[in-house]
């Protein structure tokens, strides 16, 4: 019997997102966190779509790759995320911020 090989549902968009996540994250973080959540989401069904069948499909290394992107783009966005919370609590929110960079430009003379 031959049986020919077809791709996973979703390997290139995982990839893709994977892919995204990690650019996203210097988007405050946001766009990170929701294009690593859809990649692995999306990789999950893919993954045990592949373990049902694993001789019926291509394109099981995209889904792998595109997921542990996600999982990096995720935690960047975590970190940037974070890090921006730490800023505002810290320096007194937005006006606190936009102050400290009056000053540096000031004393810099940028």
């Known amino acids: 019997m031959n049986l020919q090989k077809q791709e996973l549902p979703n390997s290139?968009?995982?990839?893709?997102?994977?892919?995204?996540?990690?650019?996203g994250c210097c988007c405050y973080g946001a766009v990170g966190?929701?294009?690593?959540?859809?990649?692995?989401?999306?990789s999950k069904k893919s993954i045990e779509i592949y373990q049902s069948n694993p001789e019926l499909y291509l394109g099981?290394?995209?889904?792998?790759t595109g997921r542990i992107l996600g999982i990096i783009g995720i935690v960047l966005s975590a970190i940037v995320v974070l890090s921006w919370l730490v800023a505002l609590i810290f320096f007194g929110g937005m006006e606190g911020i936009y102050h400290m960079?009056?000053?540096?430009?000031?004393?810099?003379?940028?």
């Open 101 to 110: 960079q009056d000053e540096v430009i000031r004393q810099y003379g940028g």
């Open 60 to 64: 099981y290394q995209n889904v792998k």
């Open 12 to 23: 290139t968009l995982i990839l893709i997102m994977g892919i995204l996540s990690i650019v």
């Open 33 to 42: 966190l929701i294009f690593g959540i859809v990649a692995i989401i999306l």
